[in-house]
């Protein structure tokens, strides 16, 4: 029995979310292999030393310096080859599920995403954005899953390891090697951590219109002093950028007051702003799931009342 973590690492060394698949994986009781992929930052072996990885597997090797899902889950297999590992895991990041996917894919097994506790062959993750757990069945071998994040607290061992290391330089295939990371571009600045804490988010979606339409949102946002979110329509669409997505594919929010404009409520919206204390929406649909399940709700066209709220908050403060 070993369990065979993929892990992630960037400029700081090992991730916070790695560190935690790590934690998870030692609570199996198992023993636990890392795997690490392409070059690496000075220090990750003893990183993975505190988190109690009795082994590390190094897949290296120019096929694997770019990242590409399938390249990298061949790395991971021949780590599986090597362990004999009869479980992999990894943080439920994009990269975690795509490389697992790929991985369980080749050994024609299932895999789990978001598990948040494990029991034997039975483990509990996490569905619906998170508002629902359920139970799967993992009898085939290896079981291979990814542990959603925060389902544990990142714990160094309590007798750290001075893992043994095996360097591995898989051959692959060229169909391994057709889909591949050409260039990266820098991302713009993340500002989701202003919208996660914020005490005031003012939401748009589908109703502004188009890219030209949140001047009047952006204004009320700077007036109460909070955070913009939007849904995933707008940001798909490209009108905002992704770090101000609300939803299970964005920020989770749970601000005293979140106002959101042109928003219609689907459950993976939902799912990322249950937690607001009071929702006032904004909507020309009285029957938009947002506006049923509001606090406070005014029907209409956002264009029209944003810019009302946005003048009657700065009349009654001049009024002081
Ligand atoms: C796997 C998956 C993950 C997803 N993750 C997310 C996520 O993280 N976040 C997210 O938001 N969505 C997510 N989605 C998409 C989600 O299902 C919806 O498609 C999306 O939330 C809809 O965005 P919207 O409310 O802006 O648009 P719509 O559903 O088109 O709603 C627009 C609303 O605006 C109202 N409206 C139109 N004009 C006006 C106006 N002038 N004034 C006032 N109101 C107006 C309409 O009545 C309507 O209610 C996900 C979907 C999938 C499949």
Request: charged share 15%; aromatic share 4%.
């Amino acid at each position: 029995m070993t369990v065979l973590v993929f892990v992630e690492t960037g400029a700081g060394g090992v991730t916070e979310v790695s560190r935690e698949a790590l934690t998870f994986a030692r609570g199996t009781g198992a023993p636990v292999h890392a795997v690490l992929i392409g070059a690496q930052p000075d220090g990750v072996l003893a990183e993975l030393g505190a988190y109690g990885a009795e082994e590390v597997h190094h897949v290296t090797g120019s096929a694997f310096d770019a990242y590409g899902g399938a390249t990298w889950a061949a790395g991971l297999e021949a780590a599986l080859v090597a362990s004999g590992a009869d479980t992999v895991t990894a943080a439920g990041t994009p990269r975690g599920m795509e490389v697992l996917a790929h991985l369980a894919a080749r050994r024609d097994v299932a895999m789990a995403a978001n598990v948040v506790s494990a029991d034997g062959d039975i483990v509990t993750r996490q569905v619906v954005g998170g508002s629902v757990l359920e139970e799967m069945r993992l009898p085939q071998r290896p079981a291979v899953f990814t542990v959603a994040g925060h389902a544990v607290e990142a714990q160094p061992a309590a007798a750290p390891t001075t893992p043994a290391v095996t360097v591995l330089e898989p051959e692959l295939p060229p169909q391994d090697l057709v889909a591949r990371v050409v260039s990266t571009e820098p991302a713009g600045p993340d500002r989701s951590g202003a919208l996660t804490s914020a005490r005031v988010v003012v939401g748009a979606g589908r109703g502004a219109g188009g890219p030209n339409g949140f001047d009047g949102v952006v204004e009320l946002t700077e007036v109460l002093g909070g955070a913009l979110g939007v849904s995933r329509v707008v940001t798909s669409l490209g009108w905002r950028p992704h770090h101000e997505q609300v939803g299970q594919t964005g920020s989770r929010i749970a601000p005293e007051v979140y106002i959101p404009c042109g928003i219609s409520g689907a459950i993976q919206h939902w799912a990322g702003c249950a937690s607001s204390k009071t929702i006032v929406a904004i909507n020309t649909d009285d029957e938009a799931p947002m506006v049923t399940k509001a606090t406070y709700a005014v029907i209409g066209d956002m264009h029209e009342i944003v810019p009302a709220i946005t003048a009657e908050v700065r009349r009654r403060r001049r009024q002081g």
